[in-house]
Nanobody, 122 residues
Framework: VQLQASGGGLVQAGGSLRLSCAAS????????MGWFRQAPGKEREFVAA?????????SYAGSVKGRFTISRDNAKNTVYLQMNSLKPEDTAVYYC???????????????WGQGTLVTVSS
């Protein structure tokens, strides 16, 4: 599966952005999907995950819980990350990923998008 992330940009603290990740192929619904982020000089970290098929199960990093929402539309082969109440520390390149295991761990995901930059100004 090929993934294409979009929707990043520059936003003021307290603002909102919605990231999208479009997937190619007919098997999108069979993949667990995740969002990760990497700030300059830091390791890639987990943001959110959503399970395959129905997408009823989601999980979030503590730092974004209550502010970010992950969702998926299998008919459009797309996963979203709605980000509200953004903070300067949310500044990072955000990556979407697809894998066969529902997990917060980077190495569990086999397919990665190219990343989209989110910059939050104070």
């Amino acid at each position: 599966v090929q993934l294409q992330a979009s929707g990043g940009g520059l936003v003021q603290a307290g603002g909102s952005l919605r990231l999208s990740c479009a997937a190619s192929g007919r098997t999108f619904s069979s993949y667990h999907m995740g969002w990760f982020r990497q700030a300059p000089g830091k390791e890639r970290e987990f943001v959110a995950a959503i399970d395959r098929w129905s997408g009823r199960t989601t999980s979030y990093a503590g730092s974004v819980k209550g502010r970010f929402t992950i969702s998926r539309d299998n008919a459009k082969n797309t996963v979203y990350l709605q980000m509200n109440s953004l903070k300067p520390e949310d500044t990072a390149v955000y990556y979407c990923a697809a894998g066969g295991i529902y997990s917060p761990r980077v190495y569990e995901y086999s397919y990665w998008g190219q990343g989209t930059l989110v910059t939050v100004s104070s």
